[in-house]
């Protein structure tokens, strides 16, 4: 029997809380339920989640704080869930690093096919195509160990990195100095799936290049073409 998956449903309203836990439950996913920031760590540290639906307007600390923090620690996929509907909140959740985002009201079979998107894609841990044994690659002054999925710079400083930045960085990574349109690198960053909205790809460019380039303005690792995607421009060495 394949191992259910376990959900943690963040949002301090009762009435969407406990009527989308029934629903997940019955839909054979185990639900906890957390009503603030502070309780849904204490879930965390409880159980073993493998998703988070988190609310975005939230009394205290809200949903955007929380997910910075669970980024910065964690891979857990994250779904925003939201009365907003400005692009801008939109935008800024991807950026945090949440994997989807839907707006209320919402239909719960939506939710839940964007669930099992989510929990598809990143649930493939390793893309078939990349070989196998030590994957350790340097670029600029970087080092990346695919096997052990961290970066490193060259002063000795490890930057963290989500699940949708470490495969777009190896989608760049495997193919250096070639353009890669928006198309490609959906598909190569095993983002195609789960993508929800327009320019997702920008979105993630934008937060992997904060994480890598000396000034993420004016990037001079991951180059915009016009017309034509993105391009890693530094040369890629495999070490042995």
Known sequence: MSKKSRILIVDDEAG????????????????????????????????????????????????????????????????????????????????????????????????????????????????????????????????????????????GVNVPLGEAEFRLLMAFVMRPRQVLSRSQLLDLADAREADSFDRSIDNRVVRLRRKIEEDPANPALIKTVRSGGYVLTADVRQKP
């Open 16 to 155: 969407i809380r406990e009527p989308l836990s029934e629903y997940l439950t019955r839909n054979d996913l185990l639900v906890a339920m957390a009503e603030t920031a502070a309780e849904a760590r204490t879930q965390i540290g409880l159980n073993e989640i493998d998703l988070i639906i988190l609310d975005i307007m939230m009394p205290g600390e809200d949903g955007l704080s929380l997910c910075r923090d669970l980024r910065s620690r964690s891979d857990v996929p994250i779904i925003l869930l939201t009365a907003r509907t400005d692009e801008i909140d939109r935008i800024i959740g991807l950026e945090m690093g949440a994997d989807d985002y839907i707006g209320k009201p919402f239909a719960p079979r939506e939710l839940l096919a964007r669930i099992h998107a989510v929990l598809r894609r990143t649930g493939a841990r390793v893309s078939p195509e990349q070989p196998q044994g030590r994957r350790v690659f340097a670029f600029d002054k970087w080092l990346i160990n695919a096997n052990e999925r961290s970066l490193m710079s060259s002063d």
